[in-house]
């Protein structure tokens, strides 16, 4: 019996561990071959600055690329998604998160290499939407796929989905810790051992494959010192709270996009193309607002680099364009436009602010750093992560103490007025509601009728009350449910409606006509909330047709609450 | 400023054909030219490369000077009268050349392989072997100093180059668009992997001039790469930029007071080419054969700083010849000089020649109109 445990548990220690580790290995080279193609198409699609450069001798052919190959990668990106993935929109985010916290069916692979593919297209020729997302979902694409995998571990499929997506951001950042806080903090919306630990060895086999692999320059990389005046963290606080009304500016302008891509252009697929074509014809103007924008990134990180007219204009295009593109359905995240927006806008404070309050500050870098970090945190509900990758990536204190102040004032603001991120938004646009923590969302997914009971009292609409009265006493039950011949239920009737009627009369004139009634769809979380002030004794449920399927007893929704509730804070205390 | 190099050269050409005349007495073979750099550097050659070449084969050896660009190649071959038959030329400049047409093909096959039998393709560092041009040697552009004009905190760094406050004094700059974008930017803790990206933009271009109009005043310009030299142990300068071959000899073999800072060093490479249209095409391919054989490449190597490209024959680079200095840690590759070093990115530099020279341009009359 004892040898059977330990067998039963180094089994299971070994199996995460592998999975872990080879979850961990496939997102971080999957992420590397994402991030090296769009690098590859930016080169040959004339997309970078540097390939551009070199093709300036040829100034028409730049010219003719920048306006044609972002419409003609929405085309594209608009009919791959259209025909090849089966939920007509790019996967992202969102529907890594649901993966992870419902049972329900995930996207599927084809749908999600579909959608990978129109990320690609998207971001390789020059759409201003983020890598961050694609890579997040590639990541959690390959966790379910593990996931489905007969290892009779537990919770296998979110625990494997973390894993994937834990390597990806660490891959991507070059921050495991990160990437590691990402899983936890978007994606399972828990801390317990039992994930804890092959998520941290996929992040960390993440950063390994990283590091031996793939070298490329950081995100970002800044010298800083140290913050020279106490009364700078004031500053901010107060950038922080800029920031959330800048994040709050900018969801705003994705529902506003959204919402005008629907009305006015009728064909979905054309959509994108519709805005590359706005893309590019801005660029010719403002080329800072193709593709991801490394270099500009990297500008406003340096004095001098940009006026503050200028950086005006260029944060505003960007922000218009981002929201554009995301609306019109170019496919990619909004993370990477969150932090190159937040650093210019940073940048932009930093050189705001001593106009305003003439006192000395530490320069521009913390600024924008914390500019970056605040709006970032801010869209994607992510603060810890942010805080992390700048510390992570820069390795100073003094700057992610900043940084830090910064994202908790955005996301004490953004969270009262947004709601916690743009993927908690989606989610319950979705009907998938996390406001109020994983409990209500996740009893909003399980249909009640799954503890339905066929055992009830049935009468017909022809019998007498007396007949029923005399079947109910039978029954021992104090509700009968009045069906006619096609098995439609009509109503209930109620032993204390019908201790003192005559027995010959009909029961259609005893009947309740208005009742609480469930249908197939009724989830646990709607069920419980429609038993306030029920007297009865079970709910009756019925299909489409209004056909009697069976009852649900009060105590039945009580134990669906129970058991559900149960599972969760079961997984979440879970050791490994 | 400027010593008459006609003096020079015609001491080393009559030095080169000494041997020869002894050798070939009527039928003397033509001469091959050698387009190169000049100064201790071609001195070096002139000990590897050049006289071992004549007397082996007999061929004499005469050098013009070069300076570097593909404009005058174009000009010399516009001239009609093709005279140059091998140039030493900057990488970058190679392959601009190659690509325009101006150079003859160079058949791999002739190049010998390693003393210990290596293939040439595998002894050579990667990307060297090319359809018109060899890569031989790794240089580099620091940035030096005068010890005298800083006795006290000595700079050692890009930044320091641009911080005339704390290290006051001329500069003395290379006055082509070489370098001086790379620097600017650097100076400014842009890291080395971005340079190229950022300067790709015209804000990067914008930025660096704005860096570079800092120290516009205390500029003193340089063409020939035996000015910084000059320059600094004359105190006309108190940092320059220049070649660290030439800074190493004076330091080394002449005892100047110079020292080089490695932070930020511009790493590039000499290729040897066939200009096309020589009617000694033949003997041009010979001698590069000869000049990057392992044993030659390290008997430059072991006259001055500049590192061999091929691994044969690094691993021969020992003491100075003359001097008996251990060379390794003058040389631009060695770990220690790496950390914050630029690579030339070669595609780039061929390719953005004309944007170069017009951003170039534009700075300096910008100078002028603020004068």
Known sequence: MDRKIVAQVVYQISAVTVVAILLGGIASLAAIGFVEAVHYLNGKLLISPYARVLAEDQHSLVVAATLLVPATGGLIVGLVVHFLVRQKRGLSPPDAILAAQTSGPAPGFPSGVASTLAALVSLGSGASVGQYGPLVYLGAMFGSLVGRLKLNL?????????????????TAFNAPIAGLVFAHEVILRHYSLRAFAPVTVAAATGYIVANVIFDRPALFLVSFNEVAHTYEYVFFALEGVLCAGMAWVFMRLLRVSTSTAERYILWPWARPAIAGLMVGV???????????????????????????GELGLIITAKLVLTAVCVGFGFVGGVFSPALLIGILFGAF????????????????VVYAICGMMALASSVIGAPLTTILIVFELTRSYDLTIAAMVSVVFANLISYRVIGRSLFDLQLRSWGFDLSLGRDKAILQTHPIRDFLSTEYTAASDRDTVGEVRQRLVDDHRSEAMVLDHNGRLLGVIRLQGIVNSEAQLSVMEAIIPSFTIFDEQTSVWQSMESLRGFLGEAVPLVNEYGQLLGVVAEEAVIRAYLEIVHDLREEENEAA | MKRPSWVVLSWMVASVFTPAMSLGQDNRPEPLTVATWGGAYEESQRRAYFAPFTEATGIPIKTVHYDGGIRVLQEHLASGEVEWDV???????????????????????????????????EDFMEGAINRCFITQIVFSTVIAFDDRAFPGVKPDSVEDFF??????GKRALRKAPVGLAEWALLSLSVPQEQLYDLLSTRRGLDLAARRLDEIRDSIIWWTRGVEPVELLTSGQAAMATGYNGRFFHARVMEGAPISVIWD??????????????????????????????????????????????????????????????????????????????VIRDHRWYSQTGELREQWFREWLEAGKTGE
């Open chain 1, 154 to 170: 537990r919770h296998q499929r979110s625990i494997a989905i973390a894993c994937g997506v834990a390597a990806a951001i660490s």
């Open chain 1, 282 to 308: 801005v660029a010719l103007w403002i080329p800072e607002v193709l593709g991801i924008g490394q270099e500009t990134l990297r500008f406003a990180t340096i004095e001098g680099a940009f006026g503050i």
């Open chain 1, 349 to 364: 404070y930093g050189l705001v602010l001593p106009y305003l309050l003439p006192v000395p500050h530490s320069g521009l």
């Open chain 2, 87 to 121: 140039i030493d030329m900057i990488q970058s400049d190679a392959s601009a050349a190659c690509d325009a047409g101006l150079l003859a093909p160079i058949d791999p096959g002739m190049l010998a392989p390693a003393p210990d039998g290596t293939p040439a393709q």
């Open chain 2, 163 to 168: 911080d005339l406050e704390t290290f006051p």
């Open chain 2, 264 to 341: 930020g060093q511009l790493i590039g490479f000499n290729s040897w080419t066939i200009l096309r249209g020589t009617d000694q095409a033949e003997q041009a391919a010979r001698f590069i054969a000869f000049a990057t054989r392992a044993e030659n490449m390290a008997t430059q190597a072991s006259l001055i700083s500049y590192g061999p490209a091929r691994k044969s024959a690094q691993q021969r680079v020992g003491l100075h010849t003359d001097v008996g200095v251990p060379m390794m840690p003058y040389m631009p590759t060695a770990s220690a000089h790496m950390e914050r070093a």
